[in-house]
Structures are given as C-alpha cells and as structure tokens.
C-alpha cells in the first residue's frame, strides 16, 4: 500500500492547498516593547507539513490558536490568512472548555492511549458519561471549528486553478471530513494523515460505539486515509470493514463506502538530511559536543520524551540487566538520556516520570563506581546537546511500545560519526524502512534488549561501517520532499481514476 499512483504527475498546480492541523507552525507572542513576535513551531509534523507548504506559494495553514496574541492573530485571520515570511497562517480559537474536554479527555489519553496500546485492560479504561461529555461537548465542537475555518478560507479566497485540496492531520481532527463534506460537499479533495500508529480492529474495539464508528465514518468521508507504514494501513482497512460492515480490498488498500472509494495509503515520514547536516555543524551544537565526548566509555544513546509509548522505563531496565550478564562492560559505557518532559499533567505520565527516575537511581546504586555512572539523566528540551549526542553515540536505543514513525532514529543516523548502531524496536513505525540495517527488539522483552544492546556495543567495526552506511543512504534517499511529492502524486491518480 505505499505510496501508489508514482506515475499520476503532480497534483493539479492551481488546486488551492489548505493544511489543517492542531499545533501551527508558529507561536505568537509580544516583546517587552509590545511588538508582536513569533517563534517557529518545533517538532516532526511542523517540519513536515512546512515541506508541504512549500509546494504551493499561497497554500494556507489552518491550526488552534494556544497563546493570547495567537487568538488575537486569530480574529484577524478570520477573513484573510495572516502572512508570516514564507507562511499564511489562520489561526483558530476555539471555546477554552471545549477544547480542554477535546485534548485533555478524548483525544489525550483516550485515542492516544487505545492507538498506542497503553490501557491496561483488566483496569482501564472505564468509559461512561464522562467520555460522551468530552466527546459531545469538546471534540466534536473543535472539530466543527476547524471545519468553519476551512470554509472560510475557501470563501475569502482570491485564488483560481482546480478543486481545492484539504489535508488534514492526525488524531485530534478525526471528525473534520465529515463536518467538511457537510459544508462543503463531494468537490474538495480530503486526505487525513494519521501520525500515530492505527490498532488492529480488537484494539479499536477498546472505545466506545460511537466514537469508533463515527471516527471510522467521518474518516471515510475523505479520499484518502494515509498512515506511515503498510501494517498500520492494512489495520485501517480490516477495522473499517470488521467493525462497520463495509466492504474492502485489503490487498489494493481500497475501502468502498456510501457509493465512495477511500484509499489507504502508507507514505513513510522522514526528515531534511540537510538540515540536520548543517544544524550539527551549528555554533549551538559545537559548543555541546565535549560535555557528550567526555563520558566514559562507549556511548549508549536514547532520546525521546517522557512519553508512555516511548518504553523508557524497559529501556533502563534492559540496560541493568545488560551489566548483570557481562559485568566486564562496567565502566566502558555510559548511557546519556536526553528525555523532555512531556504530559506532566495526566497521572499517568506524572507517575512515569517517577519511575523513571528511580530506575535511573536503582541502575546506578547497584552498578555505579566512585569513578563512573552507568546512567547519565537529563530531563529536559536541550535539542543543540541532543544533535550533538547524534553525531557521537555508538549505540542508539529506539525500544518504544508503539511509534507512528520515529524520526529520532532517521535524525540520529544521518548525522552520526561513529558508525553506531541502531537497536529498534519491532513495534516502531521506522522498523518496515530501516529494520534490515539495525538490530530489531521485542520491546518487551528485557533479556532481548539486554543481549541487542551487548550486540550493539560489541559489534565489529566493519559490521557497524556497513550497517551505518547503509543507514544512511536509507535516509538521504527518501528525505521529507520525497514524502511530499508520493501523496502529491497520489492525489493527481485518485483525481484521474476517478474522473
């Protein structure tokens, strides 16, 4: 199901472009002086959709205002996106309590949690009016705003050329083709790009009736449904057609629907090598590169957030048990952990984040000399220090429960200077591309990832150039505009196939 359609040419250049998404690209702010000021938008799926927005001069960028003088941005841009450098943004604000009941109730944990597969079943969740509440009165709220802010942009728009093109992103915007189609009808061409992984239909099954079938409902209302990998594609279209009765080609990645055809699709996200080229040869960088250099021993390598799905916790465990089975690595590693905090505010993450922090005590405690400490913690957002640490790591831990993708893994191998090795859990995203060139991990298997990570850090030199060359390569051939140009051209097929 990857990226089809390779011979459709690019979508139309006239289609007007409307990116839709819950985090924007940048953040307002005011300066001491009153002077408004920005700052860009940081993570995977900002740079990401960028790439998109490059594509077309006038493509506009629709996301929730989440500072003071975003929501003043907001109302200016109600009637005409708002221009900033190469971005013309329209900020929407949506009512305070909606959106705390769509992000902090439904969307995080719930449907995070179910697609992750992080609910302990025998003991969570436990659904009832609270879940409706959230859903009634805060997603499906949001979600209808969002669509309202698409409508608008299309009515004030001054642009000619085709249909336009919607694509909207990930979890938090389910509902969003349908309250488009309400609005705006067949014409518009609608994608929804799912960033996280997608459950089998039993994991699904977890929410309540209506929430999995209105999400499945709406989200076959767009033309295309896209994910990072094939399995979580192929997941797509077994739940739509086990839990709502449709019918499906699972093997073209096809769901007909109400007369319609929906196409699932995986478009593997990666990263602009040479961003992070020229970013690990930056003065903010360099400066960082003796306090990661000058620990002891080999460097073992995580960077993440604090995040359930991100397996910390196993991660540190494995660690420990690695030193108990072959004591003579004692003092000739050292595992640095750059984590950024992440969701303080669910019990959840709260509560990991301790245990996090006393298994970091307890690896230390046993193992540690006057001299050494098998575990060096960082808990905080110090990304010139983590590229850093990229360039300069011979192992690199990627052990997560479950990952859309993972793009620490493709960030980290482009940049590296020590040929390090990847030990990858089987459960990522980035296994189905770069699994052949690293060492794969059941995440959940501690004695697995002990053995991996004595495999990484003992592994001959030629085998290690090998693996990371090839690594390498991997990534510099399908870059973030290679991303973008596969559903560009799937969305000229779909136009033509169906007429």
Known sequence: MVAQGADGGEAKNGSPIVIVSNRGPVTFSRDDSGTRTYSRGAGGLVT???????????AVWIASATSDEDARVAGESREEPYEVEDLRVALVEHDEGAYDLMYNTLANPLLWFVQHGLYDLPYAPSLGDDTR?????????????FAGAVERVLESSSRGGGEPIILVHDYQLYMVPHFLRERLGDAPFVSLFVHIPWPDPEGWRVLPRYVREGVLRSLLRADVVAFHTDRYARNFVRTAREVLGVETDEEGGVVRYEGREVWARAYPISI????????????????QESSVRDLPGKLLLRIDRMDLSKNVLRGFQAYGRMLERHPEMKEEVTFLAGLQPSRGDIPEYAAYADAIQKAVEEVNDKHGTGEWQPVVLSMEDNFPRSVAAY??????LVNAVRDGMNLVAKEAAVVNEENGVLVLSENAGAQEELGEFAISVNPFDLDEGADAIHAALTMPEEEKKRRAEALKRQVRENTIEKWVEAQLKDIAAYREHHG
């Open 391 to 396: 360039k300069a790591y011979d192992v690199l």
């Open 48 to 58: 990401a959709l960028n790439a998109v927005s490059r594509r077309q001069d006038e």
């Open 133 to 145: 509440r959230a859903w009634e009165e805060g997603y499906l709220p949001v979600n209808e705003n």
């Open 272 to 287: 602009d090598p040479g961003e992070f080229e020229e970013l690990a040869e930056s003065d903010a960088v360099l400066e």
